[in-house]
């Protein structure tokens, strides 16, 4: 999708960036990867590796941001590098599970945990019951709570990138300055209260629990690329696409290992697993009881800062697959007053409340992971494909450490796949999440046939290239071929008419 204006400057591609790494895991996350690493030093240099696999695959598709700065992220990498199909496959996956599934978790998340402190157990009851008969429907407080959330921030990003970056800035400034000021005062006091018993065995070899504990770390770090769905919008791209994929990155790392660092003065990392919420605790010991406030407001704003930049992001899946005729018409269309998608944006809005309403998102999300991790693949990969199909296009920005930091990243997630198909816990989930993702295909060929067009496939356009260059080829071969192709390039060339170029070609051969 082409926006006609680039709002989003180098600043608020950071924020974005980091807003939407830093989310609830690193809260929640910590224990499980105590677990299979119950020594200091190995927790800590855990959260460090998994952000370097991260950064080398920041690296990478940074690459491919600056030289396709479009709207649309991974599916505008996957459609350039392997057709079509794939592509549509991908940007449905994260435009009718992946984005609005995250976004209803987060919503969700956000009110039981901020309703609960503010307004009790009662977050959980119900607020709205409906019967049919026998059958009926109700509604939870936190599910009520959770939509309002949603649409506030649909309405804010319905008033523009700028106002939404805006609101983004703040929500990820305000966390930092309270975790500067609690690493400021840890210098200054020590813990107090009754030290957690060190319940993990801490005699073992810390090689081998090493990738399991990746595995954790690496999905608290994922979002890392949320800019390229934005790219269409980022002023300069070609510098600040790679520079907030970069920065952002390095700063996430540098959070993280930082939270963690403040979570081991509390509690060690042996005594993690056995600890009911690590951040309470660890906090508690450090600070005292006064501390639920501060504790509250760091998830809250971390939450909220994710929210703002998934609402932002997922929208533009739907318009630059729109744009390309796969999806509703109506999806690409730009508000008048502030550029922004405001029908994807409303759509994205009301898929996350029925998700929200329908209480699956969380297994829907958990269907997913893999198919996520395999396009996240795809999506790496075709910077080693496009390396390869087209050496001469232009790249403002080329992957530092090529072909190491794709291959690399490339490696450690298809392990984690491999991983996930070999265990029976997630083997089922894993193989349920392929068969949603193919649900796409028959959307694709209805959707594919009503517009009467060929697939925008490298392969069709470089075919066509050839006949249209090919200087034994007839005139009249090269005539139709070079307005197919011309066409091809707006992924408008119908398929009658690419069968009819190939038969006029072998006969002026023959």
């Known amino acids: 999708m082409r926006f006609s204006q680039r709002r989003i400057g180098p600043a608020a591609a950071i924020a974005i960036v980091l807003g939407n790494i830093v ?48 709207a649309g992220g991974d599916y505008i990498y996957i459609r350039e590098a392997y057709g ?6 991908s940007g449905w996956t994260s435009a009718v599970i992946t ?93 107090s209260g009754p030290a957690p018993h060190h319940l993990s065995n801490i005699d073992g070899n810390p090689w081998l629990g ?5 595995i954790p770390v690496f999905f608290a770090y994922s979002g890392w690329n949320v800019i390229t769905y934005l790219a269409g919008e980022v002023r300069d791209p070609a510098r600040n696409i790679p520079y907030s994929l970069v920065v952002g990155t390095l700063s996430a790392i540098g959070l993280y290992v930082l939270i963690c660092w403040i979570y081991l003065q509390g509690v ?17 010991r450090l600070f005292g009881d006064w501390t639920g406030w501060y504790l509250t407001s760091l998830i809250a704003l971390a939450v909220l800062s994710s929210i703002n930049s998934t609402v932002l992001a997922g929208a533009r899946v739907s318009c630059a697959m729109s744009e390309n005729g796969l999806l509703f018409p109506c999806l690409k269309k730009l508000s008048s007053s502030s550029a922004s998608p405001f029908v994807a944006l409303w759509a994205q809005a009301a898929m996350s409340a029925f998700l929200v309403l329908s209480g699956e998102f969380e297994q829907l999300i958990g269907y997913v ?55 029976a816990s997630t083997r089922t989930e894993a193989l349920w999440g392929m068969a949603i993702t193919m649900t796409g295909l028959p959307v694709y060929w209805c959707r594919n046939g009503r517009r009467g067009a060929g697939s925008s496939s490298p392969f069709i356009v470089r075919f066509l290239e050839k006949v249209r260059t090919d200087e034994t080829g007839s005139k009249s071969a090269k005539g139709i071929a070079s307005l197919i192709y011309t066409d091809s390039s707006r992924s408008i060339a119908r398929n009658a008419a690419i069968k009819n170029t ?9």
């Open 23 to 70: 989310g609830v895991m690193i809260f929640f996350t910590p224990p499980e990867v105590a677990k299979h690493l119950p020594w200091d030093d190995w927790f800590l240099a855990a959260w460090v590796i998994g952000g370097v696999i991260a950064l080398m695959g920041a690296i990478s598709l940074a690459e491919l941001g600056a030289m396709l700065p479009e």
């Open 268 to 284: 060690p990392a042996a005594a993690m697993p056995g600890v009911s919420f690590l951040p309470a605790v660890a906090l508690g």
């Open 210 to 214: 090493l990738f399991p504990a990746l």
């Open 502 to 510: 190939v038969a006029i070609h072998s006969i002026g051969r023959q």
């Open 84 to 89: 079509e199909t794939l592509s549509f496959l």
């Open 99 to 191: 984005f609005p599934g995250s976004i209803a978790a987060m919503a969700v998340g956000f009110c039981v945990f901020l309703g609960s402190e503010l307004i009790g157990a009662g977050v959980n009851e119900t607020a709205l019951r409906v019967a049919f008969g026998g059958w009926y429907f109700s509604v939870s407080w936190a599910q009520f709570m959770a939509i309002v959330v949603i649409l506030l921030f649909t309405a804010i990003n319905h008033l523009g990138v700028c106002f939404a970056t805006r609101i983004q800035t703040v929500l990820i400034a305000l966390p930092l300055l309270l975790l500067v000021s609690a690493v400021g005062a840890i210098f200054f006091i020590k813990p």
């Open 369 to 423: 992971a893999v198919v996520m991790l395999l396009f996240s693949c795809l999506a790496v990969g075709a910077v080693l494909v496009l390396r390869g199909r087209r050496p001469v296009a232009v790249r403002p920005y080329r992957a530092w450490g090529y072909p190491v930091t794709p291959l690399v990243y490339l490696v450690f997630n298809l392990l984690v796949v491999a991983t996930m198909l070999v265990e």
